[in-house]
């Protein structure tokens, strides 16, 4: 019997999907080298819980990881319930400031069901770095620090910038790269992925790990998806998102939000459809043969059924077409029971209150510009005062709506 142990170089078409979609690969030819050690390679992807929801954004280079596992390579997924304390200075204009310990564990305990739904879990290897870094000596962290100089830090073009303008850097900023650096050698990297706006960490996980006599990973980094805004990465706090366990509704009404010249890098990076089928969308988008809103409906029904099951999509079209088109209310609202404790002393609940308690804003000040931006309706009729006052029982069974995509009916 063979080697169980043992992974073939890749055939052709093989490293054809590995390299597929990336925009960097460091070393050049790096990946047939560590191809050809025949073994299945350990492929490191970070991701810190500083949020508790992953978007399409994360997608992307967890879409890839799925790939190397499906080739028969180790996925080894570090949730950084260490370094998210920190927070990735990656683009950043000023210090992030740092969460606690209870804020990350309470992320963290989110991400591996989201990842779920794009990686296997159950043959990933997943670890928290706070298991080797959160205990380290003085010691050790100085000779982690010496895997690096200030002059290097600095060819960061976003704390260059900063130091150029006389804004701060703190210490612990310029520790972060060193610490995602430093759980390459922890995990013994072979590959590491992330988006391009990963690359300085990544390239210092090489170095770190020469420091650390180790033989440097290559580095694979995949395309920025652009949110809903068309212009800026998609991001929770630009609110430009769409997270991958949203329900199906909210998710293909965002999605046919997004600018048409967004369409064909949102079905490559988003969507399962063969590369050469996409290939064909452009085409004929190009040429006239395709309209973008045919397109943007197949993109979104796709996605949806990505991550809600075959049929999903379709089921969220028919809903978004009843609210879009006929004006009406989708078949299925969620309902809210009406709580005691929104109801002041006059007997009646304050809207901004209201809209807080049925989920439908985060803060009253979010629920107040809802209201003055005519985006809240009730029953179809749009409520536009921020003060309004209503009385409970005239409020039970019916539709309360932010926008054109969240709805709840009162009970």
């Not at 990735?88 to 204009?93: I, V």
């Not at 046919?256 to 890098?265: A, H, N, T, W």
């Not at 397109?295 to 999509?313: C, T």
Request: proline share 5%; aromatic share 4%; glycine share 10%.
């Amino acid at each position: 019997m063979g080697d169980p142990t043992r992974h073939d170089p890749a055939p052709p078409h093989e490293l054809d999907v590995l390299r597929g979609g990336a925009v960097d690969l460091v070393p050049a030819g790096g990946l047939e080298e560590k191809l050809a050690l025949g073994r299945p390679l350990r492929v490191k992807l970070g991701v810190d819980p500083s949020r508790p929801d992953l978007t399409l954004g994360h997608s992307v280079v967890l879409r890839k990881l799925r790939q190397f596992q499906d080739a028969g390579h180790t996925a080894v997924l570090i949730v950084g319930d260490f370094t998210a304390r920190i927070g990735d200075p990656s683009g950043r204009s000023d210090t992030r400031q740092m969460l606690s310990e209870d804020e990350v564990a309470a992320n963290a305990r989110t991400y591996l069901a989201q990842a779920g739904r794009v990686i296997d879990v159950e043959r990933a290897e997943v670890r928290g770095n706070a298991e080797w870094s959160a205990g380290m000596t003085m010691g050790e962290l100085l000779r982690l620090t010496s895997a690096s100089t200030v002059a290097q830090m600095l060819e960061r073009e976003d704390f260059r910038a900063r130091y150029r303008a006389g804004e701060p850097i703190a210490v612990v900023e310029l520790l972060y790269p060193l610490f995602q650096g430093y759980d390459s050698v922890a995990v013994e990297a072979d590959v590491e992925l992330g988006g391009t706006d990963q690359t300085f960490n990544l390239l210092m996980g090489r170095e770190v790990q020469r420091a650390y006599g180790q033989s440097p990973q290559v580095v694979l980094t995949v395309p920025l998806l652009e949110g809903l805004d068309g212009v800026r990465k998609m991001s929770k706090s630009l609110d430009n998102w769409v997270g991958i366990t949203e329900p199906p509704d909210e998710q293909f009404g965002k999605l046919m939000s997004i600018p048409d010249e967004l369409i064909v890098k949102y079905l490559r990076l988003c969507a399962p459809l063969a590369s050469d089928a996409v290939d064909e969308i452009e085409r004929r988008l190009a040429d006239g043969s395709a309209h973008p809103n045919d397109e943007k409906r197949r993109m979104a029904r796709s996605v949806v059924d990505l991550y809600h099951g075959e049929g999903a999509g379709a089921a969220a079209e028919s809903a978004f077409d009843t609210v879009h088109k006929e004006g009406g209310v989708p078949d299925a609202v969620s309902e809210v029971a009406l709580d005691d404790a929104w109801v002041g002393d006059e007997g009646t609940i304050w809207l901004p209150r209201l809209l807080v308690g049925a989920g439908l804003a985060s803060s009253n000040g979010e629920a107040r510009r809802a209201v003055t931006g005519g985006g809240v309706r009730l029953d179809g009729e749009a409520l536009t005062d921020p003060e309004a006052e209503l009385v409970p029982d005239a409020l039970r069974g019916r539709v309360l709506a932010v926008g054109r995509r969240r709805f709840v009916r009162l009970v």
